[in-house]
């Protein structure tokens, strides 16, 4: 029995949905058997072929042949004189299959079986996306910009599954245009109104887990171990890694060959700072590797309230406290302490605050050279010119002004 229009129904299903044979014809007989029920009462006595590759599909009614005015359920029994219509030499007790038509059923009940297929083929697809993504959860994957918006980005894969990669999972300086191969990691999958949502990252940690094991064999294979990893996205990142065998160097084997391994990976984190430490269980020791590359003087360290006290010479305290404050701010996140830095010297009693100057430089000016670690006159004075343009981001001319009214003050 051809299912006439459900034939080319089954066809499409069977070439472009992502569902395989066996699942299809047990979803086409469910469907089936479910409209046979409500027509028939029961669909137990009903057999369903289903030949995909065909759209065929046949439905057959098993009744048994009971004596005339015997029939107590129609939907099971016939009786003798009509089953011999169908054919001469039936008797009593005899099962009779009788094919069920296309045309039995009401143009309602066919739309109502379409709808249900289309239901129930697309409940399993959202299905089969959802469990494939959710295996899924911190790989790396590579799709292709399909529609980018202000708050997010629509990304389709290799399968043309669509993902969204968030404007807060985005490195500050991406900027993606349709066409575009995106790297991102998986990072959590849930269902909305009943459909799979894949968010990626670009910002986790994990994704730059995810990178370092693919650029660095000694990590993938295990003979590096990877303890913390801290991030502040497109600026800088702390990764402490450790290795058990004393023939390894951790450090240089992450970082590679003249910066062979780690290039890669700044490149695709939008020229992320990327520092690699040497991880130690001594707090004291890894505070100091953290902040490099400013030199650490002494530290003294308060177990119970986790903050340490970390000394060293003016000249250090910008390095240390690095651009925007990420520098120490990364540091502390990635020892688990709560750093703060002090000027190892006794106090300058010729030096001025720059908070004194607020009349003649604007405090915003003033703020930005505190975030570098430079709240006197002397600390302002004691580094070059460039490397305050380049540490603040102000403007020469701003800079200029600055140290003008500072050396004003000594002359």
């Known amino acids: 029995m051809k299912t006439l ?33 409500k027509r028939y009462g029961s669909e137990d006595n009903f057999d369903i072929i289903v030949n995909i590759d065909k759209g065929d599909l046949e439905i057959f009614r098993n009744r048994t042949i009971v004596e005339d005015g015997q029939v107590s359920d129609p939907s099971r ?22 094919p069920i038509r296309m045309t039995d059923f009401g143009r309602r009940e066919i739309l109502s079986i379409r709808q249900n297929l289309v239901g129930k083929i697309q409940d ?25 918006w202000n708050k997010e980005v629509l990304i389709l894969d290799d399968e043309k599954i669509e993902l969204i990669l968030p404007k807060n999972e985005q490195i500050p300086a991406d900027r993606f245009r349709k ?9 959590k999958v849930e269902m909305r109104n009943n459909n799979p949502v894949i968010i990626l990252s670009r910002t ?76 130690s269980s001594r707090p004291d020791l890894m505070i100091q590797r953290a902040l490099s590359p400013a030199k650490v003087t002494s530290i003294k360290i308060n177990e119970e309230e986790k903050k340490a006290e970390v000394f060293m010479q003016p000249d250090q305290v910008s390095l240390a ?3 925007g404050g ?23 009693y010729d030096d001025v605050a720059l908070a004194e100057f607020n009349d003649e430089i604007e405090q915003w000016v003033i703020d930005e050279l505190i975030k570098i670690g430079c709240d006197t006159a002397k600390s302002v004075l004691s580094l070059p010119k ?3 343009i380049t540490r603040t981001d102000l403007e020469e001319e701003t800079i200029d002004h600055v140290l003008d009214v500072l050396k004003s003050e000594f002359e």
């Open 5 to 37: 229009d459900l034939s080319g129904s089954f066809q499409e299903f069977k070439e472009f949905k992502n569902i395989d044979r066996e699942t299809l014809m047990r979803i086409l007989e469910e469907v089936f058997r479910s409209a046979l029920a």
């Open 77 to 98: 029994e016939i009786a003798l004189s009509d089953a011999v219509k169908i054919e001469s030499d039936f008797e009593v007790g005899e099962e009779l299959s009788e």
């Open 124 to 148: 399993y697809e959202k299905s089969l996306i959802f469990q494939k993504y959710r295996d899924k959860v911190g790989e790396v994957i590579v799709g292709e910009v399909y529609q980018p």
């Open 179 to 187: 066409g575009d191969t995106v790297r991102a990691v998986v990072l």
């Open 204 to 279: 986790s940690p994990i994704f730059l887990e995810r990178l370092l094991e693919a650029e660095v064999p000694e990590i993938y294979d295990g003979l590096i171990t990877i303890r913390n990893i801290v991030r502040q996205p497109g600026e800088r990142a702390k990764i402490a890694v450790e290795s058990y065998d004393d023939r390894i160097d951790p450090v240089g084997s992450c970082v590679g060959v003249k910066g062979g391994r780690i290039h890669g990976i700044v490149r695709e984190l939008r020229n992320e700072n990327i520092d690699v430490i040497n991880y």
């Open 321 to 323: 406290i690095g651009k």
């Open 326 to 348: 990420y520098n120490i701010k990364l540091a502390s996140r990635l020892v688990g302490y709560e750093i703060e830095v002090y000027r190892d010297t006794d106090e300058d």
């Open 386 to 388: 460039q490397e305050l």
